[in-house]
């Protein structure tokens, strides 16, 4: 195996892997009753079938801490012993404070800094590339980064053409250091902003602010130039999937499988055709889940891991496209595998306790704010 790029002999591997989605299921033929539009429709071109949606106390924090906690079961480690939190994300709970810092708190993750990736959907391949050059450098050794989306919640339900593509989910990737070879080799990174209006929400920053205009023309959903989408997205996944091979020193032929973003059947089997490579070299469950933007990747690689595809030392390139527009792509040698601790029950128990814990701590120190504020917020508010 080739060592990294950066000539250093420290390697960050995947040790843990989890995933969540929202209890409600929306079909195509219950779509249909909403919009103009039907099953063969849809399936025809996207593939998509069914997508889930978050209810009103799901959230883009709520699904991505249950993905962490999943993931932290797999990786069989403390949210004590992470250094690092990054949420790639289009859907955060707010502008600020960040949704990292949200599930930060929610586990307890008492060591860990946080923050939010704003990358769209390549956003969890912009993450892990970060994770894991900062691992690789020796700055820090634990990494979470989690792709969580509630898109559902920016969508226009009355445009049956950006509608009928997205569903709510997350997943996650626990992320450590070590000697052994393997893991993120190689990383591309790419964007053209050149083409921010094909892809976009255009209200709700600083460009457009909230106001009774932007509400009433529907500017805070998704807005979406399709074709040309369609046409950006087949041509840099083929180029970023042979770029990032290369820099690690390999061809096409040392790679065993792709996971690419799941937002289009037909964009998947052009970027297979545009590599010459078999269909079923490519992860794909977007006709289960539709386009979960930041948590297409995990959420595809989850259910690959879990049917036993995914084998130790297997070459895997995750390839993902966006708004903004960006693309990119990582080259990971997975060789790992679930930890198999004879403490682990033990393990799942005490961690089940530090969140009940988190969220006690959390409060009392909510409460202590409260209290310092009312003795001497005002004080120093008139001081001032």
């Keep these: 195996m080739p060592g990294l790029p950066n000539g250093l002999n420290r390697y960050a591997h995947i040790c843990g892997w989890g995933t969540a989605v929202p209890d409600t299921i929306l079909t195509n033929s219950e779509l249909s009753r909403m919009v103009d539009t039907d099953d063969e429709w849809i399936v025809a071109r996207t593939g998509i079938k069914q997508r889930y949606i978050a209810n009103g106390k799901e959230t883009t924090a709520s699904l991505g801490v249950e993905a962490a906690k999943a993931a932290l079961d797999t ?21 600020f404070p960040s949704t990292a810092s949200l599930i930060q708190d929610e586990l307890g993750a008492s060591k860990a800094g946080a923050f939010d990736m704003g990358a769209a959907c390549t956003g969890f391949v912009y993450a892990l590339s970060v994770a894991g050059q900062i691992i690789q ?24 053409s950006t509608c009928v593509l997205f569903g709510d989910g997350a997943g996650a990737f626990v992320l450590q250091g ?11 990174l790419r964007s053209d902003g050149s083409g921010g209006d094909l892809l976009k929400v255009p209200a709700g920053g600083s460009a457009l602010p909230a106001s009774y ?30 770029e990032v091979v290369s ?7 040392d790679i065993d499988f792709i996971v690419p973003h799941q937002a289009n059947a037909r964009i998947i089997e052009a970027a297979a055709r545009n590599l010459n490579l078999p269909l079923d070299m490519f992860i794909m469950n977007m006709d289960r889940y539709g386009n979960t933007s930041a948590a297409s990747i995990p959420l595809a690689l989850c259910e690959a891991v879990a049917d036993n595809r995914i084998k130790p030392h297997n070459n895997l390139v995750f390839v993902a496209f966006g708004g903004g527009l960006t693309w990119g792509a990582t080259l990971v040698t997975w060789g790992v595998s679930k930890s198999t601790s004879p403490h682990q029950v033990w393990h799942k128990l005490r961690r089940q306790a530090l969140y ?16 310092e504020g009312a003795l001497w917020g005002g004080e120093e508010m008139d001081d001032n």
Aim: hydrophobic letters at 40%.
């Design 213 to 242: 205009d932007t509400l009433r023309d529907n500017l805070h959903t998704i807005t979406m130039n399709g074709r040309e989408v369609f046409r950006f997205a087949t041509r840099v996944m083929a180029d970023a999937c042979r």
């Design 137 to 160: 450098s020796g700055a820090i050794n634990t990494v979470l980064v989690i792709g969580s989306e509630t898109l559902s919640k920016i969508v226009n339900w009355e445009d049956r």
């Design 75 to 95: 990786a069989d480690i403390s949210p004590n012993d992470l250094d690092l939190i990054i949420v790639a994300t289009s859907t955060p709970e707010h502008n």
């Design 178 to 188: 070590s000697e052994v070879p393997g893991g993120i080799l190689t990383s591309v």
């Design 356 to 371: 009940r814990v988190a969220r006690i701590r959390s409060a009392v120190r909510r409460s202590t704010r409260m209290i």
């Design 247 to 253: 820099a690690a020193g390999m061809t096409m032929d």
